[in-house]
């Protein structure tokens, strides 16, 4: 069964911390593998989106990084911001072709920055 | 930046009554979806629309629920007679530039929140 699981569920750091926020999926065949930032109740948005043939992605102080052998991503978050407090979603498109529809996401991490 | 935008941004409804979620797409956008995300769970693919068609739907997309793009810019979700379960944050998105690659972003709406009484 396709599936993907993050770790940990939720997190807390201070401001100027940085992190790293794990990812584990099944997803077979595997197209591209997503990370997006979610706040509370508003539209989940992209930070990177990465190939099988990726190892490394960044977006600013977000660093995806991609291991399609043993099927786990990362996103490390430098120097965290306040604003960086959302939940982090991974998020697989097992996927070929233009509609790439059915995305697999993950539940999430939550991040917390504490002054 | 332009945005994929949703109205309602909350809907109240009896359960049994038919809804109508609205969106419009980023505009050259040719691919359409529709995610569902019920509180405090991941968010769940429901359907995504090219080309006036269905391209891949979900089990949870069974015969209540209807996707359309009536004119160039909206694109609906309607799901016929309500049940308590189908409360959840409904977000569209879309995607995918003309002559784009594979595996173009997903670009999401700040959602409908809809709750079945």
């Known amino acids: 069964k396709n599936q993907v699981e993050q770790s940990p569920q939720s997190l807390i750091i201070l401001e100027g911390k940085n992190c790293t926020l794990q990812c584990n999926y099944t997803v077979s065949p595997f197209s591209n593998l997503r990370w997006y930032k979610q706040d509370t109740g508003r539209g989940p948005v992209s930070l990177t989106i990465?190939?099988?043939?990726?190892n490394t992605k960044s977006n600013g102080r977000y660093t995806a990084t991609l291991d399609a052998d043993t099927k786990q991503s990362s996103l490390h978050i430098t120097a965290s911001q306040l604003s960086d407090s959302a939940s982090y979603i991974c998020v697989v498109s097992p996927s070929y072709g233009g509609s790439q529809g059915n995305l697999i996401f993950g539940k999430g991490t939550k991040l917390s920055v504490k002054p | 930046e332009p945005e994929v935008t949703q109205t309602p941004s909350h809907q109240v409804t009896q359960m049994g009554q038919e809804v109508i979620l609205r969106c419009v797409p980023i505009?050259?956008?040719?691919?359409f979806y529709w995610y569902r995300q019920i509180l405090g769970q991941k968010v769940e693919f429901l359907v995504s629309?090219?080309?006036?068609?269905?391209?891949?739907k979900s089990e949870i997309f069974d015969d209540q629920f209807s996707v359309e793009r009536p004119d160039g810019s909206n694109f609906t979700l309607k799901i016929r007679s309500t049940k308590l379960e189908d409360s959840a944050m409904y977000f569209c998105?879309?995607?995918?530039?003309?002559?784009?690659?594979?595996?173009?972003?997903?670009?999401f709406g700040p959602g409908t929140r809809l709750l079945v009484l």
């Open positions: 505009s050259n956008h040719l691919y």
């Open positions: 990465m190939t099988f043939s990726e």
């Open positions: 629309f090219y080309n006036n068609e269905i391209s891949e």
């Open positions: 998105a879309s995607s995918g530039l003309a002559g784009s690659k594979l595996g173009e972003t997903q670009y």
